[in-house]
């Protein structure tokens, strides 16, 4: 069955950075793509971005440019997303999630991993 | 960016309640529709996409419909566990944007 696992917690100073791991089992990893979405506390949900498990080709939301980096490693099928020069509304539920799009045209989070908590605290 | 508004925010409802949620484009978005449902501290779970599509696995008492931009998701009889919060998002672009979500608690 299809499995995206990631780290239950991160604590960041205001200033650091994170890196959000995402271990996906039970798919052919290349053959999808991979969403980041967040979550801030009693908040919706917010599109990051996305990667293509083929080709690494990313797409961001111009709001996170500059300090996001989203990457893949494709032997180890995990999806990483950095993020720098954190504040403290980055406090937040950080997902990521299969996405059917593989090439960028068309996205569909599908499958989701339970999220990783980051919290920006001095 | 497309704007997704959904209504009510939050309702009261009891097992067997037949229960609606409508969610509203700023835009048209030609059926690139698709709900999830969130249980917190869970994985959220892709319920219905394209507007009407129900995912493998889902229930039959889900359903979408909707057009241009107004979708709607309908339980036609309400379940124990289908007690959770629901979002609405929109593929017809490539910057996907959510609706702030239903809350849907028991009476």
């Known amino acids: 069955q299809v499995q995206l696992v990631q780290p239950g917690a991160e604590v960041k100073k205001p200033g650091a950075s994170v890196k959000v791991s995402c271990k996906a089992s039970g798919y052919t990893f290349t053959n999808y793509g991979v969403s980041w979405v967040r979550q801030a506390p009693g908040q919706g949900f917010e599109w990051m971005g996305w990667?293509?498990?083929?080709?690494?080709?990313?797409k961001y939301v111009e709001k996170f440019q500059g300090r996001i980096t989203m990457t893949t490693d494709t032997a180890t099928s995990t999806a990483h997303m950095e993020l720098r020069s954190l504040t403290f509304d980055d406090t937040a539920m950080y997902f990521c999630?299969?996405?059917?799009?593989?090439?960028?045209?068309?996205?569909?989070?599908?499958?989701w991993g339970q999220g990783t908590l980051v919290s920006v605290s001095s | 960016d497309i704007q997704m508004t959904q209504s009510p925010s939050s309702l009261s409802a009891s097992v067997g309640d037949r229960i609606t949620i409508t969610c509203r484009a700023s835009q048209i978005i030609n059926n690139y529709l698709n709900w999830y449902q969130h249980k917190p501290g869970e994985a959220p779970k892709l319920l219905i996409h394209s507007s009407s599509s129900l995912e493998s696995g889902v229930p039959s008492r889900f359903s979408g419909s909707g057009s241009g931009t107004d979708y709607t998701l309908t339980i036609s009889s309400l379940q124990p566990e289908d007690f959770a919060i629901y979002y609405c998002?929109?593929?017809?672009?490539?910057?996907?944007?959510f609706g702030g979500g239903t809350r849907v608690e028991i009476k």
């Open positions: 999630a299969r996405d059917r799009g593989v090439y960028g045209d068309y996205l569909l989070p599908d499958y």
């Open positions: 990667i293509s498990g083929y080709s690494g080709k990313t």
């Open positions: 998002q929109q593929s017809y672009t490539t910057l996907l944007t």
